[in-house]
């Protein structure tokens, strides 16, 4: 378990003579060890009480584990209905192998591991992994598929015109991951893509743009953060992907953000941030939040919406009323729209850090088809998420 790894100074532990009790890190313990105990009871008549869904005991379980569960749960049930193939861009990564054994064990995705089978099978073996090559998943090495040429031509007739050459677009083609995989999600080979957590965020934005684009009607891509924090739980846009956003950018993240926030079963409620509240500051960053409500509130009338206003107010509803009484928002917002992406990511490390979040994301909008991409803290269960977002979301298998 990677989560014992951490724990242990990053050893890498294999049962064995010298490690046969789990550690208390372990999560499986309550996960695996539990529900195999309460079946042997009841299988020889011990239990008195049988458990009469064991599956449910098993995610009732996960629940106290991870926090991300219970609201993970819908999306899971989801996945889980209808399977997906889903490319793994960083094939070869330890978490991304780690996390590949538990979207077989939950029967999330078919994975598809894109790197070189003699690495692969050799982590698999070092990290006491049971899932098998051809048999849980697949392995695609892109100097080795037959395609390779057809990948090659279809990268460079995306990039002639920005001065690549036939030759760089075949090199990219064949060592880059993310292009790759890409260009894999583009030819229909594959349903979702997940990409990293190896390499820069806007590296791997950027092959994106350029091999999977945006769908129909969005100008710009946005990311959103679903942060589970002991006061509820919150998303925040956006918070990786656009440096400086116009109103109508801003706007068009807050369309894109409330489909995403409907598909956790939530309804939202939306905050528009700024260091001004509903005009007490006439700044540029405070104008620009004002006219993107305008904006929304046209193209988008029966979303429930306030601002522009600060983080307490949006978070407090006595706050925000005695400062505004006629603010058209009940509640607390559970939709975030920051004024910038420096604004979205500073908020979201330190709600995370010390506000003791758990996160789910970045969750990439406005592609044409379902590609996300970790950053390079993501944890194993992290990339599971992640995982089930990409083979929920409405754009998966969008061709088929």
Known sequence: ?????????????????????????????????????????????????????????????????????????????????????????????????????QIV?????????????????????????????????EIVEPNEVAEAQGYAEDYYRLRARDGIRPEEASLAARSDPSVFAGLMLRRGEADAVLCGP??????????????????????????LQLLILPRGTVFLCDTHANEDSTPEDIAEQTRLAAEEVRRFGLTPKVALLSHSSFGSRQTPAARKMKEALCIIREEAPTLEIEGEMQADLAMSEALRLQTFPHAQLEGQANLLIMPSVDAGNIAFNLLKQLGGGVSVGPILLGTAKSIHIVTTSVTVRGILNMSAVACTAPNARADR
Do not use: C, W
């Open 1 to 101: 378990s990677d989560v014992v790894s951490r724990a242990y100074g990053g050893q890498s532990l294999t049962f064995g003579r010298d490690y046969l009790l789990p550690k208390p890190f372990d999560p499986r313990l309550m996960e695996e060890i539990a529900p195999r105990v309460a079946k042997a009871a009841m299988d020889t008549g011990v239990a008195t009480r049988p458990i009469e869904d064991l599956r449910a005991y098993r995610e009732k379980l996960s629940g106290f584990v991870f926090r991300s569960g219970y609201i993970m749960k819908p999306v899971f049930d989801l996945a889980k209905a209808d399977p997906k193939r889903l490319v793994l861009a960083d094939g070869e990564e330890d978490r991304i192998l780690q996390a590949s054994q």
């Open 105 to 137: 064990s939950e029967g999330i995705a078919r994975p598809i591991l894109v790197g070189r089978r003699s690495v692969i099978e050799t982590r698999v073996n070092e990290l006491s992994l049971t899932i098998r090559a051809g048999e849980d998943f």
């Open 198 to 223: 190896l390499g820069r965020y806007h590296r791997h934005l950027n092959r994106i743009q350029e091999t999977v684009g945006t769908r129909p009607g969005v100008r710009r891509l946005a990311a």
